[in-house]
Each structure stands twice: as C-alpha cells, then as structure tokens.
C-alpha cells in the first residue's frame, strides 16, 4: 500500500463508504490513514472502531511514536465503569477517503481500544450511519452576515 493510500475498505461510495469489518456485536472498524502534521506525506493505517460515543479519536501511543507525533497536553477521562484516568493528548492528521484532516488525538496505553471519534469525523465530513454502518458525508453547512 502506497503512503498515504486507503484499502479498499474505505472507498468512495456516496451511499456510504463501507466499513472494513461489520463484526463483532455489530461494530464498525474502519482502516484509518493516520500522519504527523509535520510530515503529513508519511502516513500508518490504522484500524479503529468508530464510536460515535467517544468525543476524541485513540491511536496507540506506540503508532504516534513511529510517526514522531509527540504529547502537548493531558486530559481526564471517564470510563462507562465511572474509572476516571488521564491520557497525553496531541494532533494528527487523519485519512479517510482522501480527505486529510487534523484533530485531537488520544495517545491509547495498553489495554485501550483504537477509537475514531466524533471530532475527527466532523473534522473529515463524516457521520456514522449507525444502522447501516457505514460513514455517510455531512453537509458542510456555513452561515453569511445578513
């Protein structure tokens, strides 16, 4: 696979672009171009769950490394147990489809799931159809002073 290119799996379709498995309990994962913003044309794929429920996207901190993305903040969490933790937080350039995009990125420890979240999917035009599973375009809506 060419740096930066998508599989199959996320190709265009604009009846929504296919997730790369629909399995396990009916989740949808997907295979997502991940790149540091300081070199955006070196890219990894990566395959993340898209949750919809989870503000921001989880990279394994091991992946971010291999790109030389590095922490600038920290944040805390709460996990569905009530668990509150605290992960590094930086930016990456995301990949779907394509389009490249910068948003937030969780840098995941061990035992944490690959997450692509609402901001990067807003971020990218997405929004996941959740009874088809699939990613469907957002309308790029923008207002004009009257």
Do not use: C
């Not at 629909?22 to 171009?33: A, E």
């Amino acid at each position: 696979m060419k740096d930066g290119e998508m599989t199959s799996a996320s190709s265009a379709n604009w009846n929504g672009l296919s997730a790369s498995r629909m399995t396990r309990m009916g989740l949808t994962h997907l295979n997502v171009g991940v790149a540091n913003p300081a070199r955006p044309n070196k890219s990894i794929t990566v395959e993340l769950l898209v949750d919809s429920g989870a503000l921001y996207s989880l990279i394994p901190s091991a992946t971010l490394k291999k790109l030389g993305i590095k922490p600038n903040d920290k944040e805390s969490f709460i996990l569905a147990d009530g668990t509150q933790i605290t992960r590094r937080m930086g930016d990456a350039i995301f990949i779907i489809d394509g389009k490249r995009r910068a948003s937030p990125v969780i840098f995941g420890e061990k035992d944490d799931s690959a997450l692509l979240g609402v901001v990067t999917l807003e971020a990218l035009g997405f929004a996941l159809d959740p009874f088809k599973r699939v990613l469907r375009p957002l309308p790029m809506i923008l207002a004009r002073q009257v």
